[in-house]
């Protein structure tokens, strides 16, 4: 009997091993295939071509904290914490997807500077990031497309790929036949704005914005103007105007801490102003 009992106890013991070995061998051999289904979206790697051109129209440097959204192999966010100097995130849903990128990150010797989470890119935080990229689906980038705008102006997005519905892209770059689409997430200054340091009394702006497009007029004196070649990048705006006595002004700011702050050029005079909502 006692000897029945420690055979089956053997017996019982190596079974487990084996199926603990079995359950674990294919992580360590995993190895993702092109065109396998994910969550919502199929895998296909980017090239290595346009990453490099992605990561420098972004132009990442060692300042940056790079957040890729569905990192797969997690070649983005290697190459931007190797060719770069970048602090990298990598966020992939599939469990094996990112135990493969793990192994990645660390034959590359970044794992001082490469995280890959296991994760959902809509509930994990991202918010640090000053790049972020992506290569999902067109309906996920829509879906995404308030989350970006709410971050801090000036965060860089790259798409390889697809586009962000109405929000047109800054700039697109080109790979043979593999496009990506820039972005730089804009301020929110749409509404009505009082300038004040400049002659006259204090002007009053209405802004008008579609996402970085920007237009809107300036009254002075009883009089309103157009505000010229008006562009917005980040939190950087820049106008012109025109003035009663025919004069060019040239507007050059930043948004800061709810305030427009900078400074008014005109007959290579140079003025510094606030604009502030009223």
């Known amino acids: 009997m006692k000897l029945s009992r420690f055979l089956l106890y053997v017996l019982l013991t190596s079974w487990l091993n084996l199926a603990l070995a079995s359950t674990a061998t294919p992580s360590a051999e995993y190895k993702p295939q092109v065109g396998q289904e994910g969550k919502d979206v199929i895998w296909v790697p ?82 640090a990031a000053t790049v972020v990229t992506l290569y999902l689906m067109p309906h996920l980038n829509i879906k995404l497309r308030p989350i970006l705008l709410k971050m801090k102006p000036g965060t860089r997005v790259v798409s390889n790929t697809f586009s962000m519905g109405d929000w ?19 301020a929110q200054i749409e509404g009505a704005w009082v300038m004040k340091g400049v002659d006259g009394g ?43 006595d025919r004069k060019v002004h040239a507007f050059s700011g930043r948004l800061e801490g709810g305030r427009l702050t900078g400074t008014v050029v005109a007959d290579f005079s140079s003025t510094s102003v606030e604009m502030t909502r009223p």
């Open 46 to 127: 980017t090239p290595e071509g346009l990453i490099d051109k992605m990561l420098a129209a972004a132009k990442v440097n060692d300042k940056d904290t790079l957040f890729d959204l569905g990192a797969g192999d997690g070649i983005i966010a290697i190459t931007a914490a190797r060719q770069y100097g970048a602090k990298s995130v990598g966020i992939e849903y599939n469990p094996e997807m990112a135990q493969f990128a793990r192994r990645k990150v660390a034959e590359a010797g970044m794992t001082d500077k490469v995280k890959i989470i296991t994760g959902d890119i809509f509930q994990e935080d991202f918010s």
């Open 168 to 186: 047109e892209p800054d700039e697109t770059v080109l790979d043979q036949h593999w496009r990506a689409h820039f972005w730089v997430v804009p």
């Open 202 to 244: 204090p002007l009053r702006l209405n802004i008008s914005q579609s996402y970085q497009n920007i237009g809107g007029t300036l009254t002075r004196g009883g009089q309103t103007f157009n505000l010229l070649g008006a562009k917005l990048r980040g939190d950087e705006v820049k106008f012109q105007f025109n003035t009663p």
